[in-house]
């Protein structure tokens, strides 16, 4: 469901009244929270991406995004290694609390693959409390189980995981209730089998230029009464004139057919991580999709993304984007590649501990 009116988040006085009423806001599934069309993603904040200013400009960033409409913040330990909830928690100082959204995350903890993952009900309170700290806040409005995925056991999140998550929401830190990861199919799986009310699902990468995936689950989710968060339109960097971070998982051959869509769309003057963030917001599936979220760190990129919201794409670069998927992503629809597998036999000496 989409507003016309101003979200709850506003606030006279502080808002620019002419961008909040220019931006979209949906309900968060049947939650009582109206986000914006896109929100900010932590990852680059932590240094994920080697794409950010300044802690000042970080900041900015997020003040002026926040006065020109986006409502909604997400983060988690694992940007960084807390250092994009310790950056995120300076920056809000600055602003009204009533003025945002903001979600976290467990489970997930390091780039460290032997102690990346944890989803004992031990470690999710603990690392919980480091969070608020970090952020500075009494509470957040969303707690995700992060990569549920990776735990490989759907029925220990359902049991284990997600009750742990419960007893924050009942002490108050925390709100709602979410899950995130890669694998669409593991979500059925972990929500078919939890007890616990599931309020949020985040998806990232399924809704692109490449991977439409995501598609097929929104009447799902719809039937669960879960509002659909959607992230890294541009598949983790994939999808961008500049190309992925090494680490990037994609096959060579994927890698190699969007590095050529980037240099036709540089040759002709268009960012091709624009194409992407403008096919997401397109694609939201009858506002199913309530808020995309995009990774910022400069003022460069915000006015780049906030330009996208507020005006489209040029008749220039709507050209483009059509060649582009002719061209190039005309076959494409399900690329998902390979997360890895984290080793079960290490996080199951975790849980008999």
Known sequence: MQ???LPPTYLAGYHDNELVGKMRYSRLGKTDL???????GGCVVGGVYPDKGDLEEIFQ???TGIKSGINFIDTSPFYGEGKSEEALGLALR???RHCYYIATKVGRYSADWTKAF???EERVLKEFDNSLAR????SVDILHVHDFEYCQSPQYIATTTLPAVLKIVQSGRAKYIGITGYPLEEFQKVLDLTPVKVNVVLSYSRNTLIDISLQEYVPYFESKHLGVINASPTAMGLLTNRGPPDWHPAAPSLKKLCSEAAAYCADQGVELGKLSVHHNLV???DGIVASTLLGVGTMEILKINLDIVFNGLTEHEERVLKYVQEKYFQDLGKTAWDTGIWNLDEYNKIIEK
């Open 34 to 40: 109206f986000v914006s069309q896109v929100g900010f």
């Open 118 to 120: 944890d989803f004992t």
């Open 135 to 138: 952020l500075q806040l009494p």
């Open 3 to 5: 507003i016309a009116e």
């Open 94 to 96: 600055r602003i009204p």
């Open 61 to 63: 960033c997020v003040e």
């Open 283 to 285: 694609h939201c599936y």
